[in-house]
């Protein structure tokens, strides 16, 4: 009898610490909770089974993953000041768990000098992918512990917000606050302290101080939300004096690619062959000249499909039709003839850079973001063109053989290459000036002059951004350029000047599409007056996307062919200008039924 009441006494004892441990992980809110809503005990549950098939949907997809930071530190009048800055690019993959290729660090072109930093850059990339979601082995209530703070709205999207923090303080992890979008209790945003990123983040920060991180995703189809956007900041003690702190952008795109699709994508478009037949009758053979512009546009075709296949470049789309009609405004105002039409691509990635493959000219999302008006944005343009009317090299004919490209990311990144001779730069700047003095934008060419001038005084601080990946300096960064003709009409660049912005802040004008890498505009209303400190000339700023649920689904845009891309739009002077409604959400193709995570 003894034995069984101390079995019945031990049974009780258990059953009471586990209904007090799971009480603990649901705190006592300070607010009033809404009626109406589930228990804290459901929408932690639902939310934990949301997050787990957001998970399994990463397990065949290849995103890329991009972290850019920057150093400021205080300065009067301007508030703070560029001192140095970072970058890295990286691309997500699954194998026992999340990992990260560094695409910035291939193999056979690191040398011994390159080994801490690639070390360095390695555990940068690791700190990305713990900002994809809060805590890898999810926000469970046998690990943490839930505190209702309030129902709020991120955009469209109604949430309901909780801090978390863990159960165990020696369990690291992630300590903040998490909002629940209340339709299927995903999480969109979560902002705090992930212990694994500041450690890996440390040789950033200062030894006192914590990155706090604020981490969005994007609804990209029915009931599921990608990562997408987080901004990262160096946080000191509160009562420490003004010191340099760190900031950082990161974004992820490219959810859509897989390794069983990436090598189809570039193999229906190589195997894109237009027919030999015309009306009925037969082609006749084209002349050599004809055959070597033929040859040329094919190897103009490779290119842009596998930068494309690796979600380097964005799909055409809007933004692309802005730029062409710049283009066009150029050549129709100054009565060129080209051998064929001239198009524009958006390159994806935050380094300022603009290079042109054949009859397409790359800009890099980073430099049309920065730059100030359309005017300076068809400075740039107008220094493209100018090679293609000077009859410089379009092309290297050996990419038209499409096994040439058959290399891995990171191959691509370090060993493809679009420059130009100093003299053949030297000569397009000068014909770039003829061509905007005889243009719509003659009047406001001293911004792009302007914008030129500021980024060369950074050039120092700046080292990461300026630095191409394809093509050539938008800055002269080493000093090989003096007197440009394109500085001599501009204002002397001032940065403590309260009427002179040269320079816009990164990610001003652009979004990009999560899933599919496709280009769209922000749409924000700008302010007026603008502060000193506020102007945040080239520098990376804090992320407040206006989220909204998927309302429409479009397929891919089909990679057109460079026979198909013949159409010019007609001139206008109204292109890139900034909109004025707030950001919607972003429109994206559908996508396939989530698959199972391994376990």
């Known amino acids: 009898m003894r034995m069984f009441v101390h079995f019945v006494v031990t049974v009780m004892i258990i059953m009471i610490i586990i209904a007090t441990s799971s009480c603990h992980a649901f705190a006592q809110s300070d607010q009033p909770r809404p009626s109406g809503l589930p228990s804290d005990r459901d929408v932690v549950a639902f939310s934990n089974r949301a997050e787990g098939e957001m998970l399994s949907g990463l397990t065949d997809a290849r995103p890329v993953m991009e972290g850019y930071f920057q150093r400021f530190v205080p300065k009067a009048k301007v508030g703070y000041a560029l001192d140095m800055d970072r970058y890295v690019l990286g691309r997500f993959r699954w194998g026992n768990g999340p990992t990260v290729e560094d695409l910035l660090n291939y193999q056979s072109m690191a040398g011994e000098n390159d080994v801490e930093r690639s070390a360095s850059d390695q555990r940068l990339l690791e700190g990305l992918l713990q900002i994809m979601v809060p805590d890898w082995k999810q926000l469970r209530p046998e690990r943490y512990e839930y505190k209702f703070v309030k129902r709020d709205f991120l955009g469209a999207v109604r949430c309901l917000v909780y801090d978390v923090k863990a159960l165990n303080s020696e369990d690291s992890g992630f300590v903040g606050r998490v909002y629940l979008e209340d339709r299927s209790w995903n999480i969109v945003r979560f902002t705090g302290i992930n212990s694994n990123v500041d450690r ?53 795109w490219g959810y859509d690619r897989t390794d069983n699709q990436q090598q189809q994508q570039f193999t229906d478009v190589l195997l894109n062959e237009s027919s030999t037949t015309v009306g009925g009758r037969k082609r006749q053979p084209p002349s050599p000249q004809q055959s070597q512009r033929l040859f040329e546009d094919q190897a103009e075709e490779n290119v842009l499909a596998r930068l494309h296949q690796a979600r380097f470049l964005g799909a055409p789309g809007d933004v692309e039709k802005m730029l062409d009609q710049v283009v066009t405004n150029l050549i129709v105002t100054n009565k060129l003839v080209l051998g064929e039409p001239v198009h524009c691509r958006v390159l994806l990635t935050t380094p300022l850079e603009a290079f042109t493959v054949g009859n397409t000219i790359v800009i890099s999302r980073g430099l049309i973001d920065v730059l100030p008006s359309e005017s300076a944005i068809a400075l740039v343009l ?23 490209l058959r290399i891995t990311d990171a191959e691509l990144l370090a060993k493809l290459r679009f420059r130009h001779s100093a003299s053949e730069e030297a000569a397009a700047d000068a014909k ?48 090989v350029v003096r007197n440009n003709d394109m500085l001599r009409t501009t204002p002397v660049f001032d940065e403590e000047l ?54 429409a689904k479009s397929n891919l845009p089909k990679q057109p062919t460079v026979a198909e891309r013949s159409t010019v739009p007609k001139p206008s002077n109204t292109i890139m200008q900034r909109p004025t409604r707030p950001a919607g959400s972003v429109v994206t193709r559908s996508v396939p039924p989530v698959k199972k995570r391994p376990s």
């Open 200 to 252: 890996l983040f440390s040789t950033l920060r200062c030894e006192n101080s914590r990155f706090r991180i604020d981490s969005w995703r994007v609804n990209v189809a029915k009931n599921r939300w990608a990562p997408s956007y987080a901004y990262v900041e160096e946080v000191p003690p509160l009562d420490s004096p003004e010191m340099p702190v760190v900031k950082g952008q990161i974004r992820f």
């Open 382 to 404: 107008a220094h493209q063109v100018a090679h293609n009317i000077l009859g410089h090299r379009r092309v290297d004919t050996k990419l038209a053989f499409a096994d040439v």
């Open 432 to 479: 770039a000036m003829e061509i905007l003095a005889q243009s719509p934008y003659k009047d406001k060419a001293s911004d792009g002059g302007l914008f030129i001038e500021a980024l060369q005084a950074r050039v120092k601080q700046l080292s990461n951004l300026i630095q191409p990946h394809f093509g050539e300096h938008v800055a002269d960064a080493k000093g």
């Open 498 to 551: 309260p009427d002179q912005v040269a320079a816009l802040p990164l990610g001003s004008k652009l979004l990009v599409n999560p899933w599919n890498g496709q280009i769209e505009l922000v749409r924000s209303e700008p302010l007026a007056a603008l502060a000193l400190r506020e102007r945040a000339e080239l520098a990376v700023t804090p992320f407040m996307p206006f989220l909204d649920y998927l309302a």
